[in-house]
């Protein structure tokens, strides 16, 4: 993908690996979304889903993975009005420019008779019982 300038910049090598490390982290990765996730907390779950580093869990993001950042501060000389002006567009993982925000790989609704915490924990404990009984 190319802007008018050309100024865009496209990694499209093989994925890296780190080295093998004892102390990392091995176990599966939840990660709780709702419509309260926006910017670079509707970036993280679309990396997440794209690259199956865990299951998301909640409901559709409210904010688009596809966004605006990287903000200049400036004010104008004759006015002294300040604005904020993003210099740069951050596409989802896919490239594709989404018609809504990251969806949940397990969708809930909340039913109000339980914490909204009780509810996610117990789907999590579910799937953690699954997966003991799947690699049997």
């Given amino acids: 993908m190319k802007d008018i300038e050309n100024n865009v910049a496209v ?18 990765v939840y990660v709780l979304i709702g419509p309260g996730s926006f910017s670079a907390a509707a970036m993280f779950p679309d990396l997440v889903k794209e690259y199956g580093a865990g299951v998301l869990i909640g409901q559709s993001t409210g904010g688009l ?15 002294g009005l ?7 567009l951050h596409l989802r993982s896919d490239n594709i420019d989404g018609d809504g925000g990251v969806r949940p790989d397990i969708e809930l609704r909340f039913d109000g008779e ?14 953690s019982e ?6 049997e």
Wanted: aromatic content about 10%; hydrophobic content about 30%.
């Fill in 11 to 28: 990694y499209s090598g093989e994925m890296k690996y780190p080295e093998a490390n004892a102390n990392r982290f091995s176990g599966e």
């Fill in 65 to 79: 993975p596809n966004t605006h950042g990287n903000s200049i501060y400036y004010t104008l000389p004759n006015s």
């Fill in 82 to 88: 300040e604005l904020t002006i993003s210099n740069a």
């Fill in 114 to 127: 339980r914490s909204d915490l009780e509810q996610v924990l117990e789907v999590i404990r579910e799937l």
């Fill in 130 to 135: 699954k997966d003991i009984f799947d690699q």
